[in-house]
């Protein structure tokens, strides 16, 4: 398909766990964001990759969070010794260079819980 | 930014036109109106943005007042599929910093009935 694409769509796993969330931008997209969405809020930045310069960590909430991004290509984001407050929808977009910062395509999300 | 006010819900019957209203009377010059939805269970959307004039494309029309102080994003003929939570953002092209983190507000939640 052509547009993002998260994997998994839907992730259950215990207090404590780590998971890794998978993100494949539309290719050619150099610029790659990730968000959180808790139930009923709005977005609420994590990180931000533009290219080969160094990522924009402002909105990790904690050193549990870190992501990594290949190029410009996929990228995951890892939470480690998850929280139930991390249990919340993890979206990633995508922008094409050149494009206003605010036409974002976004991939359908991967719902996290964590019990 | 400028902020945006938008009502938090909103009806519309199957087939009619739904214009739903953003308030951003602190808009400066150089900021855009842009619109988002996000359907239920999916991510957000990107609909249409605008500067100063009206625009339209396949998914909506966007009426920006000549003040700029508020907006109006139109769906012609309505269907159940555009049952969804709509954002209005404002910001400069670029955004307010070299990264463009989007920051959606709660928006308003259109629900099309039969």
């Known amino acids: 398909g052509a547009g993002v694409s998260q994997s998994p769509s839907n992730k259950v796993t215990e207090k404590g766990k780590d998971v890794e969330l998978r993100c494949d931008p539309i290719?050619?997209?150099?610029?790659l964001y990730w968000y959180r969405q808790r139930l009923g809020q709005g977005l609420e930045f994590l990180i931000y990759f533009q290219g080969n310069s160094a990522p924009d960590k402002s909105g990790l909430p904690s050193d549990r969070f870190s992501a990594e991004r290949t190029g410009e290509s996929v990228s995951t984001l890892t939470i480690q010794r998850t929280q139930q407050e991390d249990s919340a929808v993890y979206l990633c977009?995508?922008?094409?260079?050149?494009?206003?910062?605010?036409?974002?395509?976004f991939g359908p999300g991967t719902r996290l819980t964590v019990l | 930014d400028a902020k945006t006010t938008q009502p938090t819900s909103m009806d519309c019957a199957e087939g009619r036109a739904a214009n739903l209203p953003c308030n951003h009377s602190t808009i400066s010059g150089n900021e855009y109106v842009y619109w988002y939805r996000q359907i239920h269970s999916q991510g957000p959307q990107y609909i249409i943005h605008?500067?100063?004039n009206n625009e339209t494309n396949e998914m909506a029309s966007l009426i920006i007042t000549e003040d700029r102080k508020s907006s109006t994003l139109i769906l012609p003929h309505a269907t159940l599929r555009d049952t969804a939570v709509y954002y209005c953002?404002?910001?400069?092209?670029?955004?307010?910093?070299?990264?463009?983190?989007?920051?959606f507000g709660q928006g308003t939640t259109l629900q099309v009935k039969p």
């Open positions: 605008g500067l100063k």
């Open positions: 290719s050619g997209h150099t610029a």
């Open positions: 977009a995508s922008r094409a260079q050149g494009a206003s910062y605010n036409e974002q395509f």
């Open positions: 953002i404002v910001r400069s092209r670029h955004g307010s910093s070299n990264t463009g983190k989007l920051i």
